[in-house]
């Protein structure tokens, strides 16, 4: 079956440049990319590729090409599901903050709606495919929502997950090292599956497409996200054994990595991981063992995030022990607010936890990040609800500029590891610095050496032997 017509539900992260890419790659199928919220769908159709709602390199470039020839956004979402022969699921599905699983399970009330609006609208067959990650078993729910309302049509469910990372999305979607599909092995769902395989063949080699049956393709999504997480904990669990004993972390990282059996990547010591995937997936994994009475192997996996939050709030610590134990109307400038470098996205970012500690100490928090505005710093720091919007904003200092940001510092903390804040006039920045001058480097990508050339008290976070020397 060669589809002609696909629809996308959510025009997010994930939706946005998965669709791209496939409407780039197939300029014979027309791509409809729906959501909810207008003012994004404008941003998507805004005619200055700059202002696109997400920010991805290579993106612009992508959407250039195919916007307008055969990929569309737009709000009617149920003019799309109508036309589509085949529809993605791309919704949100974050934490619960409320009810059964609060704090640990993922929401499926978008993933629901989606079905039920699908089920409502479909006067045609649909191949449903499920491109959140999402809880094992989420297709049950999905089938069952689509089977009882509407009897008319055949829906084929798949699952479908995304594999990309934030910053290089286009690249991970142009290059995949696999493409995972997963749907039932009935001869309806083979079918499904080979519609989906032939829109990814158009140039993903067929040998790198892995199908499986639809709960191996969930499970496999969600523990994905905890391997590469648990590396993250890992390599940041031995950040204080180093600043304890002489190590250095990117020594023993390297030196880890070198053995082929482990490898080099995803070993990069840090403030601890952020980002819209990890730690909502790993509790949602916890959740689900927890509810499979797998409490050895839910503590096991939790401990990956209990890893996170405690290297948060040491970074954060540190800071204020070194500043001789008090930021009170102190000045803290922060290098970067994404939580990572080339997005623009800042969900679960380190920053903001981290911000929060320090407003808590009274410290004033002055942040420049390339790609994030002060309207979403505000809304990350008050989403935590640790204080009124007032009393924030009182505490929050925002520039566009990065020297202005950083003057009349006391200490500056490098969050994010955006490429251009190595390339910072860094004399310049020390001058207008209060003395005695602290630099914490929450990313390892400052040349320290020269900081301290230049006399700066540097203390670089996670090199442990050089740490807190008074220059
Ligand atoms: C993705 C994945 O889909 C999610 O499963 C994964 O775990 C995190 O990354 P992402 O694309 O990053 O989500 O989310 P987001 O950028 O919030 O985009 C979701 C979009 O869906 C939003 O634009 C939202 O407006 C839209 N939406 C949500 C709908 O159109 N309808 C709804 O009912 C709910
Ligand atoms: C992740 C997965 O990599 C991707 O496959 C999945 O589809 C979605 O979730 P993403 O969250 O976009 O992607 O970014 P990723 O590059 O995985 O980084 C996550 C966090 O870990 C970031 O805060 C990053 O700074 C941190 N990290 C990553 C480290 O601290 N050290 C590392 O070595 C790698």
């Known amino acids: 079956m060669n589809i002609r017509t696909i629809c996308c539900i959510g025009a997010g992260y994930v939706g946005g440049p998965t669709m791209s890419v496939i409407a ?13 919220n207008k003012a ?50 791309s919704v949100n599905t974050p934490t619960k903050t409320y009810g059964a699983g609060k704090g640990m399970a993922a929401d499926l ?21 499920e491109k959140s990650t999402l809880p094992v078993k989420t297709a049950e729910a999905i089938k069952d929502i689509l089977a009882n309302t509407n009897t008319a049509v ?11 990372a934030e910053g290089t999305a286009i690249q991970d979607l142009i290059d995949p090292d696999r493409v995972l599909i997963g749907g039932d092995q009935t001869e309806a769902g083979l079918n499904a599956i080979e519609a989906l395989v032939n829109i990814y063949t158009a140039w993903v080699p067929e040998d790198q497409i892995i199908t499986t049956n639809l709960w191996s393709s969930e499970l496999s999504k969600l523990t994905a996200n905890a391997f ?6 890992s390599i940041n669990a031995l950040t204080e054994l180093c600043e304890s004993t002489g190590a250095n972390i990117e020594d023993v990282a390297q030196a880890i990595g070198s053995d082929s059996r482990i490898g080099p990547k995803f070993l990069k010591a ?23 009475g797998l409490n050895q192997a839910a503590d096991y996996w939790e401990q990956v995030v209990i890893m996170n939050n405690h290297q948060r709030n040491r970074f954060a610590h540190q800071i204020v022990k070194s500043l001789h134990g008090t930021v009170a109307a102190k000045k803290i400038g922060f290098l970067g607010w ?46 935590l609800n640790t204080r009124s919007e007032t009393e924030n904003d009182k505490f929050l200092v925002n520039h566009s500029d990065p020297y202005e940001t950083l003057n009349g510092t006391h200490a500056i903390a490098v969050i994010t590891e955006w490429d251009e804040f190595k390339s910072y006039d860094w ?45």
């Not at 978008?110 to 449903?128: G, M, N």
């Not at 055949?154 to 990309?164: A, K, M």
């Open 338 to 383: 994404a939580f990572k470098k080339d997005t623009n996205d800042t969900r679960e970012s380190a920053a903001i936890y981290i911000a929060d500690i320090l407003i808590e100490e009274r410290a004033y928090v002055q942040v420049f990040d390339p790609k994030v505005t002060l309207l979403q710093i505000r809304s990350d720091l008050n989403g």
């Open 40 to 89: 994004r769908i404008d941003a998507w159709n805004n005619e200055n590729l700059s202002k696109l709602p997400i920010f991805e390199p290579g993106l612009a470039e992508v959407v250039k090409e195919a916007r307008n020839r055969n990929l569309f956004f737009s709000t009617d979402v149920d003019s799309a599901i109508d036309e589509a022969e085949m529809i993605f699921i």
């Open 427 to 471: 004399q310049k920045i020390y001058e207008r610095m209060q003395k005695p001058a602290f630099v914490f480097d929450g990313r390892n990508i400052l040349d320290q050496k020269k900081l301290e050339s230049i006399g700066s008290v540097s203390y670089t976070h996670l090199r442990a032997h050089e740490t807190g020397r008074n220059l």
């Open 270 to 292: 840090s403030l601890g991981f952020g980002g819209s995937c990890f730690q909502k997936d790993i509790l949602n994994l916890v959740y689900i063992c927890k509810s499979l």
């Open 154 to 164: 055949n829906f084929e469910v798949l699952s479908n997950p995304e594999f990309l």
């Open 109 to 129: 009330q978008y993933v629901e709606l989606c079905a039920r609006q699908i089920s409502k609208v479909s006067k045609s067959d649909k191949i449903v495919v």
């Open 24 to 36: 780039q790659k197939n300029p014979s199928i027309k791509v409809i990319v729906v959501d909810v």
């Open 228 to 233: 590469l997480a648990q590396r993250v904990s």
